[in-house]
């Protein structure tokens, strides 16, 4: 039984990461919440230590790159007179795609 759980879990965990590298973080962290809540319910110590271990680390990338996206932002914003233009688009596809249900996470500044 634990074993065929186990094996359900590692697979959130590898969709998660999967997705994170495709590009798609709000799909990645679904899929670590998922392997976390799984985890939780059968309660193996091994499996929950995995989840939240695969899980801290996906959200603190996340973490990275939002901090580095808003600092290139500030960037852009105090190069004034230099044409960014192609860099804002970058910026601002980035942007989209790491905020959304975790814009809350990001540092300010």
């Not at 965990?13 to 799909?27: E, K, M, N, V």
């Not at 799984?38 to 695969?54: K, M, Y």
């Not at 973490?63 to 932002?73: D, M, P, W």
């Amino acid at each position: 039984m634990a074993q065929a759980v186990w094996e359900v879990i590692l697979d959130h965990i590898l969709s998660a990461w999967t997705l994170w590298f495709l590009g798609y973080p709000d799909q990645g962290l679904a899929q670590s919440q998922q392997a976390v809540t799984l985890a939780q319910q059968i309660a193996h110590p091994f499996c929950l230590a995995e989840a939240l271990f695969f899980a801290a680390m996906l959200f603190f990338q996340l973490l990275l790159l939002r901090n580095t996206v808003y600092r290139l932002g500030y960037s852009l914003a105090k190069a004034g007179g230099i044409d960014l233009s192609l860099y804002k688009v970058v910026l601002d596809a980035t942007l989209h795609c790491v905020d959304g249900p975790y814009a809350s996470a990001h540092p300010s500044g």
